[in-house]
Antibody
Framework: QVQLQESGPGLVKPSETLSLTCTISGGFINNFYWSWLRQPPGRGLEWIGYASYSGSTNYNPSLKSRVTISIDTSKNQFSLKLNSVTAADTAVYYC?????????????WGKGTTVTVS | QSVLTQPPSVSAAPGQRVTISCTGSSPNIGAGFDVHWYKQVPGTAPKLLIYGNNHRPSGVPDRFSGSKSGTSASLAISGLQAEDEADYYCQSYDSSLSGLVFGGGTKLTVL
């Protein structure tokens, strides 16, 4: 049973970089699109981007200039960096496994971690 | 403003059937990209409910079904139970944005 766990600071100052890590247990990092999503307070889900084992990445156009998603196969982890954050980046951040079949859908999710920009 | 449009809320009594619509356009659902559905109980992570328009992951009851036609998709829940009360989101791929898009979510209330 694959499980994902987000970790990282819960408080980030404006203009600084938000950095989160997702640790994969019970499975391996190959063959999926490893994704980050977020949910601002009281609002819906927003896709941030994903990275594949092969090294390709795809980011939400609205965040692309500020986002980097990378994979560390040696640690079975993937990470998110979002720079120049503002209060609008305050959200619950989820890591998820993207399964590729007729598109990409998230079949395994982490529990989420709350990040406040203040 | 979400790329995919869902009704903000729906409600029905226990035992009844409810449908939640997800309306897209030609770069996403209308282009033939699959629609997927997630259930989110407030305070918890989303859970995959339907993938590939109408497929249920293992463990999801057959009370849940999905369909897609043209530029829209629907999630149907029959035999409503109290535990179905949650937020439901549709998701697809958008070729003009070259990325994943979500609906704004629908809050289901079981009366």
């Amino acid at each position: 049973q694959v499980q994902l766990q987000e970790s990282g600071p819960g408080l980030v100052k404006p203009s600084e970089t938000l950095s989160l890590t997702c640790t994969i247990s019970g499975g391996f990092i190959n063959n999926f699109y490893w994704s980050w999503l977020r949910q601002p307070p009281g609002r819906g889900l927003e896709w941030i981007g994903y990275a594949s084992y092969s090294g390709s990445t795809n980011y939400n156009p609205s965040l692309k200039s500020r986002v980097t998603i990378s994979i560390d196969t040696s640690k079975n982890q993937f990470s998110l960096k979002l720079n120049s954050v503002t209060a609008a980046d305050t959200a619950v951040y989820y890591c998820a496994r993207g399964f590729v079949a007729g598109g990409v859908y998230m079949d395994v999710w982490g529990k989420g971690t709350t990040v406040t920009v203040s | 403003q979400s790329v995919l449009t869902q009704p903000p809320s729906v409600s029905a009594a226990p035992g009844q059937r409810v449908t939640i619509s997800c309306t897209g356009s030609s770069p996403n659902i209308g282009a033939g990209f699959d629609v997927h559905w997630y259930k989110q109980v407030p305070g918890t992570a989303p859970k995959l409910l339907i993938y590939g328009n109408n497929h249920r992951p293992s463990g999801v009851p057959d009370r849940f079904s999905g369909s897609k036609s043209g530029t829209s998709a629907s999630l149907a829940i029959s035999g409503l139970q109290a535990e179905d009360e949650a937020d439901y989101y549709c998701q697809s791929y958008d070729s003009s944005l070259s990325g994943l898009v979500f609906g704004g979510g629908t809050k289901l209330t079981v009366l």
